[in-house]
């Protein structure tokens, strides 16, 4: 998603317990190295949006800890 003209934002769901970030600066040619996020998440998707009028951005994703997870429990609270 770009969140400001020529910066994109990538999330993506992993098995790792939390949601991945990677930034782009150049209007998506290259990308840093995907990081956690604070977000604990099971492996559904997340989705991304950006709120009108602001600079903000809204995110919603299926919260799990990891008993949670390791129960097989990966669609668990929408946050």
Do not use: C, H
């Not at 098995?15 to 604990?40: C, F, I, K, N, V």
Request: hydrophobic share 40%.
């Amino acid at each position: 998603m770009e969140v400001q003209a020529g910066r994109f934002l990538a999330l993506m769901r992993t098995r790792m317990g939390r949601l991945y970030q990677s930034w782009s600066s150049d209007d998506g040619a290259t990308w840093t190295d995907a990081t956690p996020t604070e977000l604990a998440s099971s492996p559904a998707p997340a989705a991304l949006a950006k709120i009108p009028g602001t600079n903000d951005l809204l995110v919603s994703w299926n919260q799990v800890n990891i008993t949670e997870s390791r129960r097989g429990f990966w669609r668990s609270r929408l946050s």
